[in-house]
């Protein structure tokens, strides 16, 4: 996805804080590194064709966020995922995990 097109800033995550994710209705294993709250960029092995929708589980300091997601892009390495619904308690996750990073 080209950077002008995004509506959401993503913030890189330093190596020793890498958020474990798992799939929920698919199988998925991995650590996010790219963060915002249009979309993350998981590490993994797994690989699914674009456009797939995902339901996967962040394991955050302190919480557990759930997100709907769908596949936007597949690199070597991992998955570009775009959240389709990120709500509530989900989303003030994502944004207080963003804030920490920042400080």
């Known amino acids: 996805m080209n950077r002008e097109s995004?509506?959401?800033t993503r913030h890189l995550i330093p190596e020793e804080s890498l958020l474990p994710c798992e799939g929920v209705n698919r199988p998925l294993?991995?650590?996010v590194s790219v963060l915002g709250l249009?979309?993350?960029f998981v590490r993994t092995?797994?690989?699914y064709p674009i456009g797939t929708a995902l339901?996967?589980?962040i394991h955050a300091p302190d919480d557990v966020i759930d997100a709907q997601?769908?596949?936007r892009d597949v690199l070597p390495?991992?998955?570009g995922l775009e959240f389709t619904q990120l709500r509530g308690k989900h989303?003030?996750?994502v944004r207080t995990f963003l804030d920490r990073l920042k400080n």
């Open 6 to 8: 995004r509506h959401y």
């Open 38 to 40: 249009g979309g993350m």
């Open 55 to 57: 339901e996967v589980r």
């Open 69 to 71: 997601c769908v596949v």
């Open 45 to 47: 092995r797994e690989s």
């Open 77 to 79: 390495g991992g998955l």
């Open 29 to 31: 294993k991995g650590q």
């Open 91 to 93: 989303e003030d996750g």
